[in-house]
């Protein structure tokens, strides 16, 4: 973890000859600004964020406060931590992305309300700024992300607890499903005497609905993860394990400057297809396979989620093929249909009616489409939801809800996924069929007469799928 000594003077060579080209930097060097987000066609915004913080005053009730943390950086073991994210609540409200922070909103008055945000943010000198580096500190924070003042995250006790006593606080709006720091900043501030509420499902209303920010950041973890199932798909090949699959989604992530996946890689060959979150990875795929594959890169903490299931030998069998034609051919009715107004009620019905028929009359399954909706037996062959919005969280919020009942909006951002898992031991299937699987999963964006598909370039239909292979 340290570098060696040629390399450490080389750096400080740089350093030299940057701070003498760049004399508008005054930030302390070697930290990175949040004028630019990863390499770095996204500029960071801090008037959306401000208007994000006035829109979410004006919808809770007049003279409340609203507390946010974000996540501090835990222990995994022994001296090492793990990764940091910041908390999706806080991060849509302030755009702020280091550790131990805690923001406080409340409404300016006037009318239409604005927000005024106080920030406590760690700071760092000495020892500390060699170890971890420097932070934005107070000055930062009033600077960079708009808050109109800030403080040292230690003093936040003694500052929210004079503010309670002091009488001007109705209820208190905190993000306690965000985040568990929240309950103790709250309670340690001697908040017991304050109603608290949660904020989150404010918030979550405000997050179904993407702004142009969001969907550049969108696109943008799409894009990538496009980019690795291209290169991905390539590399698949009998006798090879599922892991070294992953490896090259992995290597294109990182090329492309996203810190991480949205959420752990699904490389499900054979038999592990039918494990729905199957991710040990760790198989070695045979001829004869199919791998199901679900990747999603996090680029400004926006999420991609995309599937593609392959053959590993580069040729659907003929029971794979009518499998997965089945699914694409759902997909593509889903996807027809999707436009403001339509219930995802409406979407999920239409997908288990076309899955359900083409089993049917491909002799899969007997009996009857009624019969199989009505007994819940379908639910043995579609055992997930066709799909959930996504944002920065790969499940966002509007999965928490009664979702089914959600009816499509513009500019909502949604992963669609139909799926059939045949199960191994399902006698219910015919046996030729037993412990085949297909999932395709596109990311699409509603429009104001239909919808975008976000991962429109890679392709899904199963004859390109087969050309996209190595065989
Ligand atoms: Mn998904």
């Not at 990175?32 to 959306?48: G, M, N, Q, S």
């Not at 991905?232 to 490896?247: F, M, Q, W």
Request: one cysteine or more.
């Amino acid at each position: 973890m340290c570098m060696g000594w040629s390399k450490v003077l080389i750096f400080a060579a740089l350093l030299v000859l940057l701070a003498a080209c760049s004399d508008d930097i005054s930030s302390p060097v070697g930290h990175e600004f949040p004028t630019k987000l990863y390499p770095y066609e996204v500029t960071y915004d801090a008037a959306t964020y401000r208007q994000r913080r006035d829109n979410l005053v004006q919808r809770i009730p007049s003279g409340s406060l609203i507390l946010l943390t974000t996540n501090s950086v835990y222990l995994r073991n022994g001296d090492v931590n793990y990764d940091f994210r910041p908390s999706s609540v806080f991060y849509y409200l302030t755009g702020f992305d280091e550790p131990n922070a805690v923001a406080v909103i409340r409404e300016t008055g006037g009318a239409p309300s604005s927000s005024q945000l106080v920030m406590f943010v760690e700071q760092r000198s000495g020892s500390s700024v060699q170890w971890l580096g420097s932070v934005y500190g107070p000055e930062g924070a009033v600077t960079y992300f708009g808050a109109d003042s800030a403080y040292g995250s230690w003093m936040v006790g003694g500052w929210l607890k004079q503010l309670l006593a002091s009488g001007t606080v109705g209820d208190v709006y905190a993000n306690l499903d965000d985040n568990d720091e929240t309950r103790a900043v709250f309670t340690q501030a001697g908040g017991d005497t304050h109603s608290v509420h949660n904020v989150d499902s404010y918030v979550d209303e405000m997050r179904i609905i993407k702004d142009d920010l969001e969907m550049r950041l969108l696109q943008r973890a799409v894009d990538v993860s496009v980019q690795a199932f291209a290169e991905g798909i390539r590399s698949i090949a009998p006798l090879k394990y599922e892991y070294e699959v992953e490896s090259v989604f992995d290597l294109v992530l990182r090329m492309n400057g996203c810190p991480r996946t949205a959420f752990t890689t699904i490389v499900a060959s054979g038999p592990n297809s039918t494990t729905i979150h199957y991710t040990a990875n760790k198989r070695q795929m045979v001829s004869g396979d199919l791998v199901m594959i679900d990747f999603g890169a996090e680029y400004g903490y926006y999420a991609g989620d995309v599937t593609r299931t392959v053959p590993v030998n580069g040729t659907f069998t003929s029971e794979q093929a009518a499998v997965y034609d089945i699914v694409s051919t759902s997909l593509d009715a889903v996807l027809a249909a999707a436009k403001p107004g339509v219930s995802f009620e409406y979407l999920s019905g239409l997908n288990v009616d076309i899955l359900i028929e083409g089993l049917l009359q491909k002799g899969v399954i007997t009996g009857t489409k009624s019969a199989i909706i009505s007994s819940n037996q379908y639910r043995l062959y579609i055992p997930a939801s066709l799909g959930h919005s996504i944002g920065l969280d790969v499940h966002d919020p509007w999965s928490k809800g009664n979702y089914n009942e959600r009816i499509l909006r513009e500019n909502m951002v949604l992963a669609i996924e139909p799926h059939l898992y045949l199960g191994a031991g399902d006698l219910t299937v015919s046996p030729a069929y037993r412990g085949v699987c297909a999932r395709i999963e596109e990311d699409i964006r509603i429009t104001s007469t239909g919808c975008e598909i976000l991962s429109a370039s890679l392709p899904r239909k199963r004859a390109e799928i087969e050309a996209m292979t190595n065989k």
